[in-house]
């Protein structure tokens, strides 16, 4: 089976144009140097990484599909392809501005006229980042039963509450954040959603030490002043939280999909065929081979299912299973090919000395984010999504025998 991309003309008119631009705005020292481990970023490199994100921002790459008047680029999805595939590709400081992927969908679908012209086009250019502030200590997947309160008092909401796992290796301007605005209504039409400015009176934040890394946080709201206007939802937004939500949430879930592979899987083959064991190389090794091949046909499996979301989310199709199969796919893949790598590679994938560690620590620090299954949704929440959309969940509304619904975050 050939799985090869072939681009149009045009295509591969606007790849060369995208990679010669990349090519003359990364310098190579920063590419070569850059940790892997996402926590090691130096301040200089988010800094510089900051700078990119607008400079992409400014030639509409950032959110290459939205609207000029919201800050995108006003390109097709075959431009979008492009530009994902060339910048997935690079090694660069990790941009975790959720605002574009998560965030943004939202406000778009759901935001007035004047939050699109707030938000939008600062974060479509990168100059806006947003964290997603949707997880609390006692509701992860069990999204609904969040406990943050949010109390009109003038024309403020006032929040108080806390929220975890929030964040990314950067700072924010806005946490997008859930809250219950009227305890008495029934479940998931008692929360609202809200832009709320992360130097807000009242916000505390404190880093958290994840085994993956990653910069997240516990952020504690204590009487939170937010205005009214920055309550997401429409013109009669209270109370639509939840399905605000769903819009980040379809996403997040494998909705927006991936053109590209993970490059991890050409850098280990590469490895292999550089490493020498007993004086032939890796690859000479009949049982390498085959977990090489079955690592390179798993690959790409998932960038197929990965590319047939992209094109769903593109076209405006309805999804059913097929977001929730792609994030299980991934869920899946990263641990399974974490234990074929300490197979292959030895110890050589588990440590971090640069004189040892196989292809410049990414192995190590794989093997750690391979372990975070959590990140929208577990693994077991996206089986459950699936049984629901095709028919075989104990009932469309319940999934736990504690009787408790899930929210299937
Ligand atoms: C690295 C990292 C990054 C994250 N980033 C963000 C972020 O930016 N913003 C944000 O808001 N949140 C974020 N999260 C939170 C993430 O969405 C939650 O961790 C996730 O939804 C699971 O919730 P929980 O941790 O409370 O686990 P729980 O919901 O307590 O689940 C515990 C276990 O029970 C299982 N389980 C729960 N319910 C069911 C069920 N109905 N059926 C079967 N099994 C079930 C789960 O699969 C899991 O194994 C992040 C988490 C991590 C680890």
């Given at each position: 089976m050939d799985f090869s991309v072939v681009d149009t003309p045009e295509q591969a008119a606007f790849r060369r144009e995208v990679r010669g631009w990349l090519d003359a705005n990364i310098p190579k020292e920063l590419e070569e140097n850059l940790s892997p481990d996402p926590q090691e970023v130096t301040e200089a490199e988010f800094q510089w990484g900051w700078e990119f994100q607008k400079k992409l921002g400014a030639?509409?790459?950032l959110a290459p599909t939205w609207d000029k008047e919201h800050g995108g680029g006003g390109l097709s999805v075959d431009h979008a392809m492009v530009i994902d595939g060339e910048l997935s590709m690079r090694n660069l400081p990790p941009m975790s501005n959720l605002g574009i992927a998560l965030a943004g969908p939202a406000i778009r679908a759901w935001g007035t006229d004047e939050q699109k012209r707030r938000f939008l086009p600062g974060t479509g250019r990168g100059e806006i980042i947003?964290?997603?502030?949707?997880?609390?200590?006692?509701?992860?997947?069990?999204?609904?039963?969040?406990?943050?309160?949010?109390?009109?008092?003038?024309?403020?909401?006032v929040l108080n509450g806390t929220k975890m796992?929030?964040?990314?290796?950067?700072?924010a301007d806005f946490l997008y954040t859930l809250a219950v605005t009227d305890p008495n209504a029934p479940r998931h039409?008692?929360?609202?959603?809200?832009?709320?400015?992360?130097?807000?009176?009242?916000?505390?934040?404190?880093?958290?030490?994840?085994?993956?890394?990653g910069g997240k946080r516990m952020v504690y709201y204590e009487d939170v002043r937010v205005a009214r206007e920055n309550l997401i939802g429409g013109e009669n937004g209270v109370g639509k939280g939840w399905w605000v939500a769903q819009t980040?949430?379809?996403?997040?879930h494998?909705?927006?999909?991936?053109?590209?592979?993970?490059?991890?899987?050409?850098?280990?083959?590469?490895?292999?065929?550089?490493?020498?064991?007993?004086g032939k190389p890796l690859t000479a090794d009949s049982k390498a081979q085959q977990m090489l091949a079955d690592i390179y046909i798993r690959?790409?499996?998932?960038?197929?299912i990965g590319t047939r979301n992209y094109w769903m989310q593109s076209a405006g199709k309805k999804f059913s299973y097929e977001g929730s199969q792609f994030s299980l796919w991934g869920k899946t893949f990263a641990p399974w090919l974490a234990k074929q790598v300490r197979e292959l590679v030895g110890p050589y994938s588990l440590v971090t000395d640069q004189k040892w560690a196989a292809i410049h620590r990414e192995l190590e620090s794989h093997q750690r984010q391979s372990l975070a299954t959590h990140p929208g949704?577990?693994?077991?929440?996206?089986?459950?999504?699936?049984?629901?959309?095709?028919?075989?969940?104990?009932?469309?509304?319940?999934?736990?025998?504690?009787?408790?619904?899930?929210?299937?975050?």
């Amino acid at each position: 089976m050939d799985f090869s991309v072939v681009d149009t003309p045009e295509q591969a008119a606007f790849r060369r144009e995208v990679r010669g631009w990349l090519d003359a705005n990364i310098p190579k020292e920063l590419e070569e140097n850059l940790s892997p481990d996402p926590q090691e970023v130096t301040e200089a490199e988010f800094q510089w990484g900051w700078e990119f994100q607008k400079k992409l921002g400014a030639l509409g790459w950032l959110a290459p599909t939205w609207d000029k008047e919201h800050g995108g680029g006003g390109l097709s999805v075959d431009h979008a392809m492009v530009i994902d595939g060339e910048l997935s590709m690079r090694n660069l400081p990790p941009m975790s501005n959720l605002g574009i992927a998560l965030a943004g969908p939202a406000i778009r679908a759901w935001g007035t006229d004047e939050q699109k012209r707030r938000f939008l086009p600062g974060t479509g250019r990168g100059e806006i980042i947003t964290w997603q502030a949707f997880t609390e200590p006692e509701a992860g997947s069990d999204l609904a039963s969040l406990k943050m309160r949010a109390v009109l008092d003038g024309d403020d909401y006032v929040l108080n509450g806390t929220k975890m796992f929030i964040g990314g290796c950067n700072v924010a301007d806005f946490l997008y954040t859930l809250a219950v605005t009227d305890p008495n209504a029934p479940r998931h039409q008692n929360i609202s959603a809200f832009m709320v400015p992360n130097n807000s009176p009242g916000i505390t934040i404190h880093l958290l030490d994840l085994i993956a890394g990653g910069g997240k946080r516990m952020v504690y709201y204590e009487d939170v002043r937010v205005a009214r206007e920055n309550l997401i939802g429409g013109e009669n937004g209270v109370g639509k939280g939840w399905w605000v939500a769903q819009t980040t949430l379809e996403l997040e879930h494998g909705g927006s999909g991936r053109v590209v592979r993970d490059p991890l899987v050409d850098q280990l083959i590469r490895y292999c065929r550089s490493s020498v064991r007993g004086g032939k190389p890796l690859t000479a090794d009949s049982k390498a081979q085959q977990m090489l091949a079955d690592i390179y046909i798993r690959s790409h499996v998932g960038r197929l299912i990965g590319t047939r979301n992209y094109w769903m989310q593109s076209a405006g199709k309805k999804f059913s299973y097929e977001g929730s199969q792609f994030s299980l796919w991934g869920k899946t893949f990263a641990p399974w090919l974490a234990k074929q790598v300490r197979e292959l590679v030895g110890p050589y994938s588990l440590v971090t000395d640069q004189k040892w560690a196989a292809i410049h620590r990414e192995l190590e620090s794989h093997q750690r984010q391979s372990l975070a299954t959590h990140p929208g949704g577990t693994p077991e929440i996206q089986r459950v999504i699936m049984a629901r959309a095709i028919g075989i969940s104990r009932s469309p509304n319940r999934t736990a025998a504690s009787g408790k619904p899930s929210g299937g975050h």
